[in-house]
């Protein structure tokens, strides 16, 4: 898979996967029925925030995950980049989580970033929360309750971090 | 005092000791040369967002402190509450900052939130830290060195959490 800079063509690509991740409510913060105004200018805001595409270069360029890298605060918080990362469920099992998390990890350090923080892993994601703790990341904090969960109820919330 | 809602005719009461606690760099992370517009469009965003002021009412209505509660995630982590606090220099020490926080954590539980968290109060404010827990936060995270001080370097940011 070839990573790089995601472009206003590859939202096309990007949307179906992304409504249909967040439809789940499993793993992400945002209301289940965005619609796709919203989901758009939330994953692709423009400066300073970065986005890319994991794509497939042995077919025909299918966008098969991509990642959103950000300041996680503004002003004296901005040296701490937050991440978010969207796979399509059709490209599971190939690795494109940690392709993209390897690759962002990089790119926050030649931003200049000095650490990387997420604010709201999904505690019973528990592959995400494995693929993170493989990457660096340690929990530094539990929202207890933080997320309601459509088949298991309230769980918590994960803060991870890592210094870059 | 009282605290009641804030309408756009409070902004003019609220802009100066606000830009003054931003431009401090000490506590907010915020950028410390905010323009009102943006200050305005942060603090008073609309809903769900809500916001309160202190005023004084055995004098001219001066405003004092204000508060501002919002969802701190949305879709399925929007039933745990946010809230962000600025009091006035000039009113320190008159027990704003208590009051404002005893009406706002009301007004979530009025509001139907669960919870309520900050997400990056500033570990060397130490009035503030133990002004939470007073009112029945405990610390739940920490990011190492995620603020930088103006005077002491790099310091922690604390996630704060209390049930309502």
Do not use: C
């Amino acid at each position: 898979m070839l990573i790089r800079e995601a472009t206003a063509a590859d939202w096309p690509g990007i949307w179906p996967f992304l409504r249909r991740i967040v439809a789940a409510g499993e793993t992400y913060t945002w209301p289940r029925d965005v619609d796709e105004a919203t989901a758009r200018r939330l994953w692709l805001p423009g400066p300073p925030a970065r986005a890319v595409v994991a794509v497939d270069d042995a077919a025909d360029g299918t966008v098969l995950g991509t990642a959103k890298l950000a300041p996680n605060q503004l002003g004296p918080g901005d040296h701490v980049a937050n991440a978010s990362f969207m796979v399509s469920p059709a490209a599971a099992g190939r690795g494109v989580g940690r392709a993209l998390g390897a690759h962002v990890l990089d790119l926050a350090r030649a931003e200049g970033y000095r650490a990387m923080q997420f604010n709201a892993v999904v505690a019973s994601n528990e592959r995400a929360v494995a693929l993170w703790r493989s990457l660096g990341f340690a929990v530094v904090g539990r929202i207890p309750e933080g997320f309601r969960h459509p088949s298991r109820g309230y769980v918590d919330l994960l803060v991870m971090h890592r210094q870059l």
